[in-house]
């Protein structure tokens, strides 16, 4: 299904002067990872909180579940688990019994809930350590589970791997993927770190300044941050010829500066040359080309989307 389980329209917030917000318009579409991008302080945890229902929007409407209006919306952020800024919960109670206080407060009347949920957080060895005891790793994962104890469709994560070494981000980011795949919850989670998050998501909107300045799917990113091969020669149209003879697998296009350009190229650069030569086509010029998810956020950012 690709029905919508999370929109905003035109949702904008302001502190005094300052914008948080500016009309910014999201779909988080069912079984997505849905990775929000941006700097720090470019409104992806106000947008978050709005979502949740931390802060009130000043303009705009938040939509959950096809819910709009308040009575409903409050019934269907039942259906969200989030973790927005640090994680709650008392120091000096075991991991077990703040899950406990969590599973009371939420009104789950089946105290097995805490006990499943500690194991599929990878938690249960950790169930009558003390809270104020546990790693950046395992507190991250504390969190998670108290989000996930009311079953919600839909999990809201603000900047997850925050201070967790390389070993802990790996670990959340494979738990994230199967709690996407396996349990069938969608989530949005924010970060500024951007190439945990082209590991992780699914589909991509880009926070600058306020505003939403791009959302897109892993598929049509992957394409844009392909590696390319491009080349200036001095015949175009016999190369292009000699490509579809003798390199069918290439896929490869002719850019409006006249040169021909090759996508995530199947042989290294020197062949290009070599099969120029080879037929007596001069090559004035020969580029490498490789971009991250940094560059093209950095590219949009600054209104260079082909750059």
């Known amino acids: 299904m690709t029905d919508c389980v999370i929109q905003t329209r035109a949702v904008s917030k302001t502190y005094g002067k300052l914008r948080a917000l500016d009309g910014v318009s999201v779909n988080v579409r ?15 945890s106000t947008l978050l909180k709005a979502i949740v229902g931390h802060i009130w929007p000043n303009e705009g409407e938040v939509s959950i579940l096809g819910s709009q209006d308040e009575h409903q919306l409050n019934s269907a952020r039942r259906q969200l688990g989030a973790m927005i800024e640090k994680v709650g919960f008392f120091p000096n109670l075991s991991v077990e019994k703040n899950m406990e206080y969590c599973r009371m407060l939420k009104g789950i009347p089946d105290k097995s809930k805490v006990g499943e949920v500690l194991e599929l957080v990878g938690l249960t060895q950790k169930a009558k350590a003390k809270c104020k005891n546990l790693s950046m790793g395992m507190k991250q994962r504390l969190g998670l589970a108290i989000a996930l104890i009311g079953q919600p469709q839909i999990l809201i994560l603000d900047e997850p791997i925050n201070g967790l070494d390389p070993s802990g981000i790996h670990e959340l980011r494979e738990l ?28 991509f909107g880009f926070l600058s300044g306020g505003r939403l300045i791009e959302e897109i799917s892993i ?14 020669l001095s015949d175009i149209e016999a190369f292009c010829a000699i490509l579809d003879s003798e ?54 950012k600054e209104g260079r989307r082909d750059a």
Request: glycine share 6%.
């Open 30 to 44: 069912r079984g997505e990872i849905y990775g929000l991008i941006g700097d720090n302080g470019a409104g992806k």
């Open 247 to 300: 390199c069918p697998d290439e896929n490869y296009m002719v850019t409006p500066d006249k040169k021909v350009r090759l996508y995530n190229p199947k042989r290294p650069p020197y062949e290009y040359s070599r099969l120029a030569a080879q037929n007596g086509i001069l090559v004035a010029g020969l580029e490498h080309h490789s971009r991250s998810l940094e560059d093209y956020y950095m590219n949009i």
């Open 219 to 232: 598929e049509k990113l992957t394409e844009k941050c392909a590696d390319y091969i491009e080349i200036a």
């Open 176 to 203: 994230l993927k199967t709690l996407n795949t396996q349990k069938n919850i969608t989530i949005l989670l924010s970060s500024h770190i951007l190439s945990e998050l082209q590991q992780t998501a699914t589909t």
